[in-house]
């Protein structure tokens, strides 16, 4: 034998050596042994230094402890992570309000329904990630000063740190692995944080809304009003929550047989939806911060070719969930310029959090505001048994009732149970 074949996903197969395959397979091998920073062992290591760090006096640990009520799930490292479950802190991402606003509505109509307590604090700075990965701009101190400041936010006002970013989310868990584990950048970041009149305080676990969504998909299915059960679902999963720090993110072993993250999938699975796989399952949405950035047309690319397209070509989806701001807007609004172009493949692009809300019975234009999005989701809401004809019309009424001066409607948290632990200081 001379060669071999190797299968890249949907229709794309190389033809490779023998040797290549070998050293294809040897680093696959090594991939699955090597995860982020150095092996499962090392960030195992990195956790217990923590808490010997908490020993010293060096840090504050904020604990998911009992008063946030934290179910326990297994990470991709085998070992248990609790997920708080109430009184938390939401870390917003910089792009829902300008992109997507229903992702973040539709979770917190979400957390009211299920009378869960939230704090919306408008003293949260972002986590200035997209400096790093979008352009390399910023540098490992000026990231984990700032994670460690938003982070002593949530930490004065008592409550735990729900992360909606992806992006945030896989910054902050390499911001904590460098912090912790490099005695230089920690000191340096405390040096920081005294000007503002801060301490250093790490989160034992660093959560992502979507382990928040998955731990509670039992009692979103219980308040189901729309049969979800001929709805066909495909899920993208950011790669910022599970390649980032991979050890760290939540599997479930009756979930995909363990094969996928967790998240999302579970929820799906849960409300009755059914799930399909698809064949470039583990590739990136194509936003990619720099790609977005400085080559748009490789990612809107990507985006429809190696994500839209086999999506429907494979499974005929009515739907694809994403647990990322980055990966809707770019999944989404991507596909105006191939549907310009003559291609015909498109399918809505939501997030867990919106088409649970939906199935829930959240109005899809005052709360999980579909109209921000571009490819149509009217045939998604038609299966759904949801008249979308009649929301549209409430809403257009709504709307003009408060050009007229009445006021918005809000979701309002319900009412906390834990006090703050400090006056925040001047909000900075």
């Given at each position: 034998?001379?060669?071999?074949?190797?299968n890249?996903?949907?229709?794309?197969?190389?033809?490779?050596?023998?040797?290549?395959?070998?050293?294809?397979?040897?680093?696959?091998?090594?991939?699955k042994?090597?995860?982020?920073?150095?092996?499962?062992?090392?960030?195992?290591?990195m956790?217990?230094?923590?808490?010997?760090?908490?020993?010293?006096?060096?840090?504050?640990?904020?604990?998911?402890?009992?008063?946030?009520?934290?179910?326990?799930?297994?990470?991709?490292?085998?070992?248990?992570?609790?997920?708080?479950?109430?009184?938390?802190?939401?870390?917003?991402?910089?792009?829902?309000?300008?992109?997507?606003?229903?992702?973040?509505?539709?979770?917190?109509?979400?957390?009211?329904?299920?009378?869960?307590?939230?704090?919306d604090?408008?003293?949260?700075?972002?986590?200035?990630?997209?400096?790093?990965?979008?352009?390399?701009?910023?540098?490992s101190?000026?990231?984990?000063?700032?994670?460690?400041?938003?982070?002593?936010?949530?930490?004065?006002?008592?409550?735990?740190?729900?992360?909606?970013?992806?992006?945030?989310?896989?910054?902050?868990?390499?911001?904590?692995?460098?912090?912790?584990m490099?005695?230089?950048?920690?000191?340096?970041?405390k040096?920081?944080?005294?000007?503002?009149?801060?301490?250093?305080?790490i989160?034992?676990?660093?959560?992502?809304?979507?382990?928040?969504?998955?731990?509670?998909?039992?009692?979103?299915?219980?308040?189901?009003?729309?049969?979800?059960?001929?709805?066909?679902?495909?899920?993208?999963?950011?790669?910022?929550?599970?390649?980032?720090?991979?050890?760290?993110?939540?599997?479930?072993?009756?979930?995909?047989?363990?094969?996928?993250?967790?998240?999302?999938?579970?929820?799906?699975?849960?409300?009755?939806?059914?799930v399909?796989?698809?064949?470039?399952?583990?590739?990136?949405?194509?936003?990619?911060?720099?790609?977005?950035?400085?080559?748009?047309?490789?990612?809107?690319?990507?985006?429809?070719?190696?994500?839209?397209?086999?999506?429907?070509?494979?499974?005929?989806?009515?739907?694809?969930?994403?647990?990322?701001?980055?990966?809707?807007?770019?999944?989404?609004?991507?596909?105006?310029?191939?549907?310009?172009?003559?291609?015909?493949?498109?399918?809505?692009?939501?997030?867990?959090?919106?088409?649970?809300?939906?199935?829930m019975?959240?109005?899809?234009?005052?709360?999980?505001?579909?109209?921000?999005h571009?490819?149509?989701?009217?045939?998604l809401?038609?299966?759904?048994?949801?008249?979308?004809?009649?929301?549209?019309?409430?809403?257009k009424?709504?709307?003009?009732?408060v050009?007229?001066?009445?006021k918005?409607?809000?979701?309002?948290?319900?009412?906390?149970?834990?006090?703050?632990?400090?006056?925040?200081?001047?909000?900075?």
């Amino acid at each position: 034998m001379t060669g071999a074949v190797l299968n890249l996903g949907g229709d794309e197969q190389v033809e490779v050596g023998v040797q290549d395959l070998k050293l294809f397979e040897r680093l696959a091998a090594e991939r699955k042994e090597t995860l982020a920073f150095g092996k499962v062992e090392d960030y195992l290591r990195m956790l217990e230094k923590m808490r010997e760090l908490e020993r010293s006096g060096d840090i504050i640990i904020h604990h998911a402890g009992d008063e946030y009520e934290p179910v326990t799930v297994k990470t991709l490292s085998g070992r248990d992570k609790k997920i708080p479950t109430v009184e938390l802190w939401q870390h917003k991402s910089c792009g829902q309000c300008g992109h997507i606003p229903g992702y973040i509505s539709a979770l917190y109509w979400i957390l009211s329904e299920l009378r869960v307590p939230y704090v919306d604090d408008t003293n949260q700075t972002s986590c200035t990630a997209w400096n790093y990965y979008g352009s390399g701009t910023s540098n490992s101190v000026a990231l984990s000063a700032v994670f460690a400041r938003n982070m002593h936010a949530a930490w004065e006002k008592n409550a735990y740190p729900l992360i909606h970013c992806g992006t945030s989310y896989g910054d902050y868990k390499e911001c904590r692995y460098l912090m912790v584990m490099n005695r230089e950048i920690r000191d340096r970041v405390k040096a920081i944080l005294k000007k503002i009149g801060r301490e250093l305080v790490i989160p034992e676990e660093l959560v992502h809304y979507s382990e928040w969504l998955h731990v509670k998909r039992a009692e979103l299915a219980e308040r189901r009003k729309y049969d979800v059960s001929g709805i066909k679902v495909a899920v993208h999963a950011a790669c910022h929550t599970y390649k980032l720090m991979a050890e760290d993110f939540t599997y479930d072993a009756s979930i995909m047989e363990g094969r996928r993250p967790a998240p999302t999938t579970s929820v799906a699975l849960a409300l009755g939806a059914d799930v399909k796989e698809y064949s470039t399952w583990s590739d990136c949405c194509g936003f990619g911060f720099r790609h977005i950035l400085t080559e748009r047309e490789i990612s809107r690319s990507f985006a429809y070719f190696r994500k839209i397209q086999p999506v429907v070509r494979e499974t005929g989806a009515d739907v694809l969930l994403v647990h990322d701001t980055g990966c809707v807007t770019t999944l989404d609004k991507s596909q105006v310029v191939t549907l310009a172009h003559g291609f015909t493949e498109t399918v809505p692009v939501i997030s867990d959090a919106q088409f649970a809300a939906l199935a829930m019975g959240a109005h899809p234009f005052k709360v999980c505001q579909l109209h921000w999005h571009l490819a149509s989701w009217k045939n998604l809401l038609h299966k759904m048994g949801i008249d979308w004809e009649k929301a549209e019309a409430e809403y257009k009424d709504y709307v003009q009732r408060v050009k007229e001066g009445v006021k918005p409607e809000f979701i309002k948290p319900p009412p906390r149970r834990l006090e703050p632990r400090m006056k925040a200081p001047s909000q900075k």
